[in-house]
């Protein structure tokens, strides 16, 4: 076992019952994420790919298997420290930003270290920090309607990264958006790795976006598989968890 694993499934399974009938929507998932690794996840709609981010952040709880994060058994706390631990190590971006529009973009980001009782001056010098550092510096005080969709995906990043979380876990941030922003928002993510060691998983249904991940896992019948584009500057590494798993798909 690698000593950086940072996220480990193990034999995870999740199953919903839907009107009397089991849906078995992720199958004895193995999985390894290194700590620092960038990832995208793809897949068709349906399959499974927002469930296994949720299970990954703790926001819903897997039916078998194991959750290991930094080597412990995370749903093994109790629900308000899954909460702490939530609040603390995870930060989450979704295909729809999520902002409060009545706030400004300083105001949403500093939410979160408001509602720590943190002190105002302090979360309001943090918040700006990040805003500048995701590229929004001459947009401090502009509302969520007087940004551009680019824009406010770029405040609810900077809003996700206020508790200074261990992984960044984005569900679709480029759903919404065009290819060019898309492809931004992507380099912004990146970006942001390399500055600050943060792991990032991202899904999208763009492969060129995927491209810009390191690890490209497909979400495919309740299986991951990871795949290949066949060129080596892009630095593919196979997670050694999926090794045994034949084949790689090429993208
Ligand atoms: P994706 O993000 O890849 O589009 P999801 O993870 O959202 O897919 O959903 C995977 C499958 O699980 C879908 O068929 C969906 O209908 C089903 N599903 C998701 N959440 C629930 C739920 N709470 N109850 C029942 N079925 C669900
Ligand atoms: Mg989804």
Same mark, same amino acid.
């Given at each position: 076992?690698?000593?950086?694993?940072?996220?480990?499934?193990?034999?995870? @399974?999740?199953?919903?019952l839907h009107r009397g009938r089991e /849906?078995?929507?992720?199958?004895?998932? *193995?999985?390894?994420?290194?700590?620092? *690794?960038?990832? +995208?996840?793809?897949? @068709?709609?349906?399959?499974?790919? @927002?469930?296994?981010?949720?299970?990954?952040?703790?926001?819903?709880?897997p039916s078998a298997g194991q959750l290991l994060f930094n080597g412990e058994e995370i749903?093994?706390?109790?629900?308000? @420290? /899954?909460?702490?631990?939530r609040n603390e190590h995870v930060g989450f971006v979704f295909q729809f930003h999520? /902002?409060?529009p009545e706030f400004t973009a300083l105001e949403n980001v500093m939410m979160p270290g408001l509602i720590h009782r943190q002190k105002r001056a302090e979360a309001e010098n943090h918040a700006t920090e990040l805003l500048e550092k995701v590229g929004l510096k001459e947009r401090l005080h502009h509302q969520p309607?007087? /940004?551009?969709?680019g824009e406010q995906q770029r405040v609810a990043i900077a809003? +996700?990264?206020?508790?200074?979380?261990?992984?960044?876990?984005?569900?679709?941030?480029?759903?919404n958006l065009d290819l060019t922003t898309g492809g931004e928002i992507h380099g912004?993510?990146?970006e942001l790795n390399e500055s600050t060691g943060i792991t990032v998983v991202v899904v999208t249904h763009d492969p060129m976006l995927a491209n810009q991940m390191d690890?490209?896992?497909?979400? *495919? *019948?309740?299986?991951?598989?990871?795949m290949v584009t066949g060129d080596p500057k892009v630095g593919d590494r196979v997670p050694e968890a999926l090794l045994h798993r034949k084949p790689t798909r090429p993208i």
């Open positions: 076992m690698s000593e950086n694993a940072l996220i480990q499934m193990r034999n995870l @399974s999740k199953t919903f /849906l078995n929507v992720l199958r004895s998932v *193995d999985l390894t994420i290194q700590a620092g *690794d960038r990832v +995208a996840i793809m897949g @068709s709609s349906g399959a499974g790919k @927002s469930t296994l981010l949720q299970i990954m952040g703790t926001l819903d709880s749903f093994k706390r109790s629900e308000k @420290s /899954l909460a702490k631990f999520h /902002l409060l309607g007087e /940004l551009s969709g809003r +996700a990264l206020f508790m200074k979380p261990r992984i960044l876990l984005a569900d679709e941030p480029t759903g912004l993510l990146r690890v490209r896992l497909l979400v *495919d *019948d309740g299986e991951i598989i990871p």
